[in-house]
């Protein structure tokens, strides 16, 4: 809620709003399948990125949104949702802020955005890539809660095997010493270790198949 605090105490002063990162760095353009079918139910055409674009542009205060883009069809999407605008209506924002958030806040996501200022681990751990991968898990569904869950074969497979390709072994979560080095770069305030002490716990679980 810091922001909502922020941006309370700009409109205060009467001091316009820039925001940066619209998209918490593309996490809210990569929602798992079922949030993306429930905003497209509302507008089949739109980028599910173009929910959050017309969420904080249509505060009264912003005065412009600092979104970047890797490729060309960002570039295009941005324009689409912006040129012109369409604010949010009082139903949609709270369609957004209530059903829509609640999906979103049902998948146990880090609040990661790969920005990297956690960067170099000390001890050489890729942390942004142990993320990156495990909320990629949490987004297709193969993070399993037991071994009781349906897909519980085919999700383990996939979250292991998934972790040796994306992250050398000699990277992966299991060398963290809990030194604390990354926590006070991180400017989404993670718990570092603690993830990272999780994410290894859930991992040896999944290996000796004790879930």
Known sequence: RSGEYLYGQLVKRDIPVVIMEPLLGGRLSKVPDHVVAHLKQRKPENSVA????????SKPAVL???????????????IRSYSPLEPLSQEEQEWLEGETASLIKGYPTIDCNDCKYCMPCPYGLDIPAIFTHYNRCVNKGQVPESQQARNYQQARRA????????????????????????????????DIPAQLQRIDEFVEKLKQNKL
């Open 50 to 57: 173009s929910w959050a674009f017309r969420y904080i542009a």
């Open 159 to 190: 979250f292991l095997v998934g972790y040796d390709r994306s992250v050398p072994r000699l990277r992966q979560a299991n060398h963290c010493i809990q030194c604390r080095a990354c926590v006070p770069h991180c400017p989404q305030q993670i």
């Open 64 to 78: 412009t949104v600092l979104s970047g883009m890797t490729y060309m069809e960002h570039l295009q999407d941005n």
